[in-house]
């Protein structure tokens, strides 16, 4: 028996629609105790996923809100428990006294996930599942949330269970030769070992492969703009934006301290840093600011090297791309087009040159098209891209044990040696799926959800 749990499931702020959610035997009679029917029918008696027009009484009788009721009965539900909904109007004060009246109507206030944490135990969804459920919670993207979504649907388990009962099957072959000799089963052979090890080992690492593409599209590139003072730096970021997030001025030094957007480029997430211009400078606030530049640079996937084209280069200019080349991409972006040119494009040493004018927006399209292309997303985005860091690195691990068990092989060793580091491999794997994860792990997954999830 699972005791009630109930929950606001809806966002901390007003809205047009708010969720009470309950789950555990007794859900729907708890429920109950708090709703009445239009039609006076009780909600344990109505079926399944229809919703039911009433009223919502707080813990002193009164009506609270005219609401919609749905129940879903065990296992055919969201946790594999009796569940009930109440759809509110969003109401932040309703919400409240709602939650009160179910919890004096005999449920208890849910943790943290542990809507998600019941269907994970329940065996409604295994441990990638779970994690895509908040990705999709936290996707800022509409890429993002398709990959999420296809974790959800099960991409992730398509992918590791196969490797995991390839792998158990082979164990168990082993010892079931090694343990009963007298009964009649095929011997073991070391061309079977080598053939499931050199497999699993192949599409774990394509599934590793996947991750720098999937972590760009979950988190973002760390992208950070540089350049000498009034260049534009601010200017583009402002652009990049679209809306006026950093003050611009004439004013060489406006900006002192590092100036993070989150915003997307094309279909490219970035975490884009505006950053002090680079100069010489007796100032120790901004000199604290250049070298705040300095480390950004050295931390990004990309910069974005900026030059004023009106004016000469000079030493400035040479220290802002010292700084660039210290990023793995580096972008020069020649901006001011709108002025008479005094640099073109052959004098700046980067592999991307381009022409813009952040004022006009000239030369932004061309911008998001390197970008595209230095940080391709040409893989679907069904699920099938790796983007949970956890994940990856129990795959990476369980690659790096198979690559033992191979080099056992190698070496000639015994099949029980070389199973060793197979069965880690599956210990790794099981990780993911949730069939051999440890009590600490669970904990850690479901401390990222909020209550209500």
Same mark, same amino acid.
């Given at each position: 028996?699972?005791?009630?749990? =109930? #929950?606001? *499931?809806?966002?901390?702020?007003?809205? +047009?629609?708010?969720? &009470?959610? $309950?789950?555990?035997?007794?859900?729907?009679?708890?429920?109950?105790?708090?709703?009445? =029917? #239009?039609? *006076?029918?009780?909600?344990?008696?109505? +079926?399944?996923?229809? &919703?039911? $027009?009433?009223?919502?009484?707080?813990?002193?009788?009164?009506?609270?809100?005219?609401?919609? #009721?749905t129940v879903s009965r065990a296992p055919h539900s969201y946790t594999g428990e009796d569940t009930a909904e109440l759809h509110c109007h969003g109401s932040l004060a309703v919400l409240a006294a709602g939650l009160q009246a179910l919890l004096a109507a005999g449920a208890q206030q849910a943790g943290p996930g542990e809507f998600t944490k019941r269907a994970f135990l329940n065996g409604c969804l295994d441990l990638s599942q779970a994690e895509a459920v908040i990705d999709l919670i936290e996707a800022d993207t509409a890429e993002a949330a398709a990959n999420a979504a296809g974790q959800l649907s099960g991409a992730v388990r398509s992918r590791i269970d196969p490797l995991y009962d390839r792998l158990a099957g082979l164990c168990a072959h082993f010892h079931a030769v090694l343990d009963y000799p007298d009964e009649d089963i095929e011997d073991f052979r070391n061309s079977e070992i080598t053939e499931a090890v050199s497999s699993a080992q192949a599409d774990l690492a394509a599934l590793a492969a996947t991750y720098r593409r999937g972590t760009v599209l979950k988190n973002g590139l760390d992208a950070v703009i540089l350049g000498k003072p009034n260049v534009g730096k601010s200017s583009l970021l402002n652009a990049l934006a679209g809306y006026d997030r950093v003050i611009v001025t004439d004013v060489a030094g406006t900006t002192r301290d590092a100036v993070t957007e989150v915003l997307k480029l094309g279909?490219?997430?970035?975490?884009?840093?505006?950053?002090?211009?680079?100069?010489?400078?007796d100032d120790q606030i901004e000199a604290m600011?250049?070298?705040?530049?300095?480390?950004?640079?050295?931390?990004?996937k990309l910069a974005l090297c900026v030059f004023d084209g009106s004016r000469p280069l000079d030493?400035?200019?040479?220290?802002?791309?010292?700084?660039?080349?210290?990023?793995?991409?580096?972008?020069?972006?020649?901006?001011?087009?709108?002025?008479?040119?005094?640099?073109?494009?052959?004098?700046?040493?980067?592999?991307?040159?381009?022409?813009?004018?952040?004022?006009?927006?000239?030369?932004?399209?061309?911008?998001?098209?390197v970008v595209e292309e230095l940080f391709p997303l040409d893989l679907p985005c069904d699920g099938t891209l790796l983007t949970n860091a956890r994940q990856a690195g129990a795959v990476f691990l369980a690659s790096e044990a198979l690559e033992r068990a191979t080099a056992a092989l190698r070496?000639?060793?015994?099949?029980?040696?070389?199973?060793?580091?197979?069965?880690?491999?599956?210990?790794?794997?099981?990780?993911?799926?949730?069939?051999?994860?440890?009590?600490?792990?669970?904990?850690?997954?479901?401390?990222?959800?909020?209550?209500g999830k």
């Open positions: 028996m699972s005791q009630v749990i =109930a #929950a606001i *499931s809806t966002a901390p702020q007003p809205g +047009a629609i708010g969720i &009470l959610r $309950l789950s555990g035997d007794g859900a729907i009679a708890v429920a109950d105790r708090v709703f009445t =029917a #239009a039609s *006076s029918k009780p909600l344990a008696q109505t +079926a399944d996923r229809r &919703l039911v $027009l009433g009223s919502l009484h707080d813990a002193q009788g009164r009506v609270l809100d005219q609401v919609l #009721a279909s490219i997430k970035l975490r884009l840093t505006d950053t002090a211009g680079i100069r010489d400078t600011g250049v070298e705040r530049s300095r480390q950004a640079a050295k931390k990004a030493d400035e200019d040479q220290a802002a791309m010292a700084a660039a080349w210290e990023a793995e991409h580096a972008i020069a972006l020649l901006n001011k087009q709108d002025l008479p040119q005094q640099i073109s494009p052959a004098d700046l040493p980067f592999d991307w040159v381009i022409p813009l004018c952040t004022k006009t927006g000239e030369g932004l399209d061309s911008l998001e098209r070496q000639r060793l015994t099949p029980d040696a070389v199973l060793v580091d197979v069965e880690e491999a599956m210990e790794l794997l099981g990780q993911i799926n949730g069939r051999t994860a440890r009590t600490e792990i669970t904990d850690q997954i479901f401390s990222r959800f909020c209550v």
